[in-house]
T-cell receptor
């Protein structure tokens, strides 16, 4: 079945450091790919998405590129802030409304 | 516009007790979902609904029932709670041609002793 694998955390960075969170997926066909973020004490919210190969999703300084050849959708940000501390979930959708989530990666940013 | 709200925020149950979690959305969304979130496992879909009066099973439906009598509400029931149902429960909703973009509530933390 469909699955999403994320790098294990927690990831701890200093402010202004470069961030990469790896995400790979297993699915037949051409799923849509997503990154959701969960801030402390809140529900998940959509950060960015890409719906076809080579698409780049971007939002709030975060970027991820849909790589069909490596089945990956890695999340990157050039300079993280303390306010970026959260749990980041990679997800895919192949059947319209159903999302399959990865386990989540905790990001901690120190000032 | 409150978005997606969940009631209660936290609950402690004893094994065998029953309870209902309420999800409400004021965005007129057709689709609604219940997930559970467990450490190291991400979110798993319990049940979902594609419209008023309809429900369907997700990945982990056993031990749960749902109802969608009104478009804005989606109820999750536990008839006989078990310790394995200790989790954080999230409700979400989505709509139309953007149904893959889901809007989440703040979650309900449930502890079953």
């Amino acid at each position: 079945g469909d699955s999403v694998t994320q790098m294990e955390g927690p990831v701890t960075l200093s402010e202004e450091a470069f961030l990469t969170i790896n995400c790979t997926y297993t699915a037949t066909g051409y799923p849509s790919l997503f990154w959701y973020v969960q801030y402390p004490g809140e529900g998940l919210q959509l950060l960015l998405k890409a719906t076809k190969a080579d698409d780049k999703g971007s939002n709030k300084g975060f970027e991820a590129t849909y790589r069909k050849e490596t089945t990956s959708f890695h999340l990157e940000k050039g300079s993280v802030q303390v306010s970026d501390s959260a749990v980041y979930f990679c997800a895919l959708s192949r059947y319209g409304n159903k999302l399959v989530f990865g386990a989540g990666t905790i990001l901690r940013v120190k000032s | 516009n409150a978005g997606v709200t969940q009631t209660p925020k936290f609950r402690v149950l004893k094994t065998g007790q029953s309870m209902t979690l309420l999800c409400a959305q004021d965005m007129n969304h057709e689709y609604m979902y219940w997930y559970r979130q467990d450490p190291g496992m991400g979110l798993r879909l319990i049940h979902y609904s594609v419209g008023e009066g309809t429900t369907a099973k997700g990945e982990v439906p056993d031990g749960y029932n749902v109802s969608r009598l009104k478009k804005q509400n989606f109820l999750l029931g536990l008839e006989s709670a078990a310790p394995s149902q200790t989790s954080v429960y999230f409700c979400a909703s989505s709509y139309g041609d953007k149904k893959e973009t889901q809007y989440f509530g703040p979650g309900t933390r449930l502890l079953v002793l």
